[in-house]
């Protein structure tokens, strides 16, 4: 890592840098570059600091510290989780993150992250789905036609290679949209009206739905041999989006078991019930999918390791660019000792 400038100043990239690096990538490709460095990095898990996110819940929502360490580059992000912030007009996930040096603390990328959540949640979801889905899914269902709704498709379809999307949601305004944004995509869009017509003939199952409460998008019977659930919704306590039925007929893949206890789905389980670290089946020391009719569930809540590999991405995407802008955030008096002259003679 590069020491800090002089001047200490800090790239920050805006929500606009970061609309402007992705539609200059390409979303899909930028998905796909961010799914490698999170394999990547998920090859290394031990080497990273751990710990269960740090959450501040109240009655409407969860404000939420996301860190991790690789020992070389710090990392972490900001988010927060609102339901019932959409009927306001605000953003149910808001997002913010931060690299610094280990050799000295400097901070080295400070961005925007609330659209960069949305694509690092995506390329998670199809980098699990890759490994555990049936092979040759060409179909998925889309319960939840928010904010992920249109990541989580494009994802699927540039690194798993789905071909057909099922989409429903309980507001049909949300489905509308949801379909709209895909229509050049290349997926063929089929808009449906429960969720029972969404699941027919789909090889995977993402739901993405909001809602604080223990909450049954599927139910058991809906969910036949084979299928991959991508369950992206349920991501805090006291909020869930599966029967619990169906994750006692399910093989579950998470990412950091610590954290997904108390967020996830298997939250509705016994502490002991097992499950499978999801970089285990990358690196080759625990088995993903081993028959047809199994069925695979990827309970994800979302781990600071992920926000990491996407700010890495983020900072060396905007080197020669001008997707940033230098940021005096640190104060940083040519005598480091003299921070009060500093300010006595800005006077
Ligand atoms: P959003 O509010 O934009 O969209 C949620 C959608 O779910 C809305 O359109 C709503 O109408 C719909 N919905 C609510 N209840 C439903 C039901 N019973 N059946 C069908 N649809 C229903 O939110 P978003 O930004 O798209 O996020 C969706 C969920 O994903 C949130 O719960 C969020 O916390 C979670 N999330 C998880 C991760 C992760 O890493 N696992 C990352 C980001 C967001």
Known sequence: MTSPSHKALVPFVSVDHMMRLINHIGLAP?????CDRIEADFHRWPLFDKTPRVASHSDVGVIELMPTSDGDVYGFKYVNGH???TKDGLQTVTAFGLL???ANGYPVLFSEMTILTALRTAATSALAARVLAPKGATVMAMIGNGAQSEFQS???QAI???TEVRLYDVDPAATAKCAR???ASGLKVVSCTSAEEAILGAHIITTCTADKQYATILTDNMVGAGVHLNAIGGDCPGKTELAPAILHRADIFVEYPEQTRIEGEIQQLDADHPVTEFWEVLTGTAKGRTDAKQITLFDSVGFAIEDFSALCYVRDAIKGTDF????????DPD???????MVARAK
């Open 30 to 34: 930028m998905m796909l570059g961010i």
């Open 83 to 85: 339901p019932g912030n």
């Open 100 to 102: 610094s040096d280990v």
């Open 154 to 156: 494009i994802a699927m």
């Open 160 to 162: 798993v290679g789905i």
């Open 181 to 183: 944004n895909l229509q």
């Open 324 to 331: 940033f802008t230098p940021l005096d955030m640190l104060a």
């Open 335 to 341: 005598d480091p000792r003299d921070l009060f002259g």
